[in-house]
């Protein structure tokens, strides 16, 4: 059975501090990690990564996938009051797209001003 | 684009009710799926439709759940009768193909609709 496992479970910390988020996974033929970001309505995209050590950035969010140890982080710094929310990641089942998505349980970042 | 539509937003019923949830995929879009949140669970998947057509429906957790996409720009969600273990946020999500590494795409998801079953 595929699995994502994300931690720390929930993470609180000052507005203008680092934070990384976990993901490690468990699915036979690979094919994609996805990092979605929910705040109180719909998850909506951030990230979709398929090679190992390759960065995806935008603004202070970056993510880097290793496909050899099975886990991707997410980072944000300089982090700000709108960066609360729950980071959920996720990977399609084997042989499959996004048509069966497993996602973790999430990350709940609040961030303190 | 409007989006994913969903509604109702928030519903409240006691345990023996139908409740009956809406959904209204971004035109265009090929799938749509039926996910469930909770603290305990996450968000799982309940079943997908590949242009109106149920594919995969076993996450559909007992026979109470039922689901139907009549056509391309509508799909409900059914559970009768609802018991308390149902409260949760159910979205409802839809995509142009199955993304990677047929494409590029994502899934889009919806705002949910919030069940409290009392």
């Known amino acids: 059975e595929d699995k994502v496992v994300q931690s720390p479970l929930s993470l609180v910390v000052h507005e203008g501090d680092t934070v990384t988020l976990n993901c490690s996974y468990e699915v036979t033929n690979f094919r994609s990690l996805l990092w979605y970001k929910q705040e109180k309505k719909a998850p909506t995209f951030l990230f979709m990564l398929t090679s190992s050590g390759i960065e995806k950035k935008s603004g202070r969010l970056s993510s880097i996938l290793d496909k050899k140890e099975l886990f991707s982080i997410l980072n944000i710094t300089a982090t700000q009051t709108g960066d609360s929310a729950i980071y959920l990641c996720?990977?399609?089942?084997?042989?499959?797209?996004?048509?069966?998505?497993?996602f973790g349980t999430g990350t709940r970042l609040t961030i303190i001003p | 684009d409007a989006g994913v539509i969903q509604s109702p937003r928030h519903e409240v019923t006691e345990m023996g009710q139908e409740v009956t949830l809406r959904c209204k995929p971004i035109?265009?879009?090929?799938?749509l799926f039926w996910y469930r949140q909770t603290m305990m669970r996450g968000l799982e998947l309940l079943i997908y439709?590949?242009?109106?057509?149920?594919?995969?429906d076993s996450g559909m957790p007992e026979d109470r759940f039922s689901a139907k996409m009549p056509n391309a720009s509508f799909s409900t969600l059914k559970i009768q009768p609802s018991e308390p273990r149902d409260s949760a946020v159910y979205f409802c999500a839809s995509s142009p193909d199955r993304g990677f590494p047929y494409s590029g795409n994502t899934i889009y998801f919806g705002e949910g609709s919030w069940l409290t079953v009392v």
């Open positions: 035109s265009g879009h090929d799938y």
């Open positions: 439709f590949n242009n109106n057509v149920p594919i995969d």
């Open positions: 996720a990977v399609p089942g084997t042989n499959f797209g996004n048509e069966k998505l497993t």
